[in-house]
Each structure stands twice: as structure tokens, then as C-alpha cells.
């Protein structure tokens, strides 16, 4: 398209954090070390995740780049940067997390297939940019609306990025109508991260972010908008990212029996150690993030020092000098929280940490209970080793 490109292999690319642990290099897929997470409630950029299915695009005439929006409306229409920066900005704070998040745990109890995430394929950022809901307003769909009067109920994102489980063509993904549409949703097309304008890793110039959902379906080098009256059929919706049961395999797997997966469910993983970790008796200090969908708050998060047998619950924090209240208006309900808790640690143990969300979702106790054959959504009870007797190497 004018303006952007899809490099046709990787010699352009960005260069990226000398501490980022790389789990792919072409495409390029990589994740900061877990510690770094709870250092900074919004994430920085260059320890945000890296989740890319193709060469990083390239900006080569920003003024002549566009959005196109088509489909089922009555006034198509093409959105420059200009015209999308004079809309309304809002800043919105939102957990983006892949939904391979935690792969590698999942694939210890049966081999699953996907790129090998350890715990920190996600990151809390501050994103800039226009509500989609404005946006579809100039083309003549009105607010909170569930279908436009030609029958579209989706809106299609179709990026420039093309890669090979498209065959060559674009990453595309698509998110109901009705989401879309609503302001409350938060559903921005987002032009700033962090105060500053996008990178090319993260989607520079323009990507969407749809918060309390899996990150997949936050189209980044936005392309065109559709709107159309299915589903988008594009791969990364119809056969990847979907839930099945420990039951299915890659024989008997019928990918039209389930529907793409949303909204993220109820996580938490502690940070502040590893999942074999040497430590010296006596005071621990146990750290980590929780997080939930669908703009769902953490109400509880409970840590044991026994393998889960008995709990503790944790304090909960998102911003400094502001008490955490789930679902409060004062918290950011698309954010994710940290805690803590100070245990007393004499021996060998299992520390387990589970979270409890607002509407009292709890965390599956094992990996076993919700093992699927591409290892998503692995959001079961976040288990460390502790060996006690000498000092952390």
C-alpha cells in the first residue's frame, strides 16, 4: 500500500533489547526475563514481548499512508494519519498478552505446538491513539451499534505484515460489531505506546488494541478495516487460537467445532523466582502479576508456601498511592495487578500462587485439566520450586 511495505525477508530489521530471551529469530519472537515484568507497572518498550509472523513492515512515505475502510456501509472511505489524529485521542492502559503465554510449562505434560513461551509473552503499556468507535462513526456506523443496515457484524482488520500460515498474504483478525462500536470497550486504533509514538516491532504506524483479549487480535501495520457479516476466516481466527480438549489431536481435530478465542481467562504468575530457585531460610519475598480478561479485576490473589495446601492471601497494587479496589473506577480495568507477600521459607517446597478474578473465576489447579494441542492458555496454578540452604547463584 502507499506508504508501508512488507519486506520480502528479514535484512531490515529493528534492532531489539540485548536481554530479551528469543524463542524465534525469523520471525522474530522473544520475551524479557520475568523479573523485569514487576520492575515498572507500565511495561517499557524495549522489554515488551515480541510476537511477529513475518518480516517487521517499513514506513517509506508516512503522508501517503492510509486506512482503508470498506464493506458492508454506505460511505467507504480512506483515513490518512492526519485525519485519524484529529479525532479525540484517549490513552487507555491495557495488559496485552499472547495467548501462548506459558506454553513451555504446558508442553512438559504432553508436546504441544507454537513458539516456546516461558511466562512474560505479555506487558502492561499505556496506548494512544483514536477510539475505533469515532472512527466507524465517520463512515456512518453509529455508537454501540450490533449490525450496520447492509448486515456487516464484524469489523475484519487486515495488516501489512504477510505471512506463511496465510500463504503469503496478510495477518488478518476480526472483532464483533458490537465491541467495536461501544466507547466503553476501549477498542482504539492506536498510534503511541508509552507516551511515544509506536516502533516498528509494536506496529508503527498503526495498530489496533483490543483490550481483555488474547493478543492476537490486535492487528498490528493496520492495512484496511472491513466490515463484514462472518467472522474473518483468515487463518489466526479459524484454525489457530481456538480452546479444545485434552481429547483432540492434530488426527481427530475438527477446527469449525469451536469458535476463535476472545477474552483471556484469570492468570497470575510469580516473578520474583524462578521456577527452581535457590534460596536461604528464613524471609521471602513473592512477587509477581495477575490479570484477567474481558476487563474482569483480580479480587484475590493466594500464594502457598506449602504446594497448596494452605494460603495466604496477597496484597494487590496497580498505581502508587492508590489503593487497588477490583472493578473500582480508580483502577485500570484492562491492566493487570501486581502482588506481594512476605512468606517464611525453613525448608524445600512448592510455592503456588492462583488468582481469583470479579466475577469469581479461579485458575484451573493443573496443567493437565486444561492441556490443549497448541498450548494456549495455560492458566493453571503457578508453581515454583524452592531449595533452601545456600545463597541464589
Not at 506463511?164 to 482504539?188: F, M, N, R
Request: hydrophobic residues 35%; glycine residues 8%.
Amino acid at each position: 500500500m502507499p506508504g508501508l511495505i512488507a519486506p520480502s525477508d528479514y535484512s531490515q530489521e529493528p534492532l531489539r533489547h540485548p536481554c530479551l530471551r528469543i524463542n524465534a529469530k525469523e520471525p522474530f519472537n522473544a520475551e524479557p526475563p520475568r523479573s523485569t515484568l514487576i520492575s515498572s507497572y507500565v511495561t517499557p518498550v524495549d522489554f515488551f514481548y515480541k510476537r511477529n509472523h513475518g518480516p517487521i513492515p517499513l514506513v517509506n512515505d508516512i503522508e501517503r499512508y492510509f486506512v482503508s475502510i470498506n464493506g458492508l456501509i454506505d460511505k467507504p472511505k480512506e483515513l490518512f494519519m492526519k485525519d485519524i489524529r484529529m479525532l479525540p485521542k484517549y490513552n487507555v492502559t491495557a495488559t496485552l498478552q499472547c495467548a501462548g503465554n506459558r506454553r513451555t510449562a504446558m508442553s512438559k505434560t504432553k508436546t504441544v505446538k507454537g513458539v516456546g513461551w516461558d511466562v512474560s509473552a505479555l506487558g502492561n503499556a499505556v496506548w494512544g491513539g483514536a477510539k475505533l468507535a469515532d472512527v466507524l462513526e465517520l463512515v456512518g456506523i453509529p455508537k454501540c451499534s450490533y449490525r450496520t443496515q447492509k448486515g456487516g457484524k464484524h469489523v475484519e482488520f487486515v495488516s501489512i505484515d504477510r505471512c506463511k500460515e496465510e500463504k503469503g498474504g496478510p495477518y488478518k483478525g476480526s472483532i464483533p460489531l458490537s465491541q467495536a462500536s461501544d466507547p466503553e470497550a476501549d477498542v482504539l486504533l492506536a498510534y503511541e505506546m508509552n507516551g511515544e509514538p509506536l516502533n516498528r516491532d509494536h506496529g508503527y504506524p498503526l495498530r489496533v488494541v483490543v483490550p481483555g483479549v488474547i493478543g492476537a487480535r490486535s492487528v498490528k501495520w493496520i492495512d484496511s478495516i472491513n466490515i463484514i457479516a462472518e467472522e474473518c476466516q483468515g487463518f489466526f481466527m479459524q484454525k489457530d487460537y481456538k480452546m479444545f480438549p485434552p481429547s483432540v489431536n492434530w488426527d481427530n481435530i475438527d477446527w469449525s467445532t469451536r469458535r476463535p478465542q476472545m477474552d483471556f481467562p484469570v492468570q497470575c504468575v510469580i516473578c520474583s523466582l524462578e521456577d527452581v530457585d535457590h534460596i536461604k531460610p528464613g524471609k521471602v519475598t513473592v512477587s509477581g502479576y495477575a490479570v484477567s480478561g474481558g476487563g474482569r479485576g483480580i479480587e484475590r490473589v493466594d500464594i502457598s508456601v506449602d504446594g497448596g495446601k494452605n494460603w495466604i492471601e496477597a496484597s494487590r497494587s496497580q498505581k502508587v498511592g492508590v489503593p487497588y479496589v477490583a472493578d473500582s473506577p480508580s483502577s485500570d480495568k484492562w491492566a493487570w495487578v501486581f502482588f506481594e507477600v512476605t512468606l517464611n521459607v525453613q525448608q524445600n517446597t512448592e510455592i503456588v500462587a492462583k488468582a481469583v478474578d470479579s466475577a469469581a473465576n479461579v485458575q484451573p489447579g493443573t496443567v493437565e485439566e486444561i492441556w490443549n494441542l497448541r498450548g494456549i492458555l495455560n492458566t493453571s496454578w503457578h508453581r515454583v520450586q524452592v531449595r533452601v540452604g545456600r545463597s541464589n547463584i
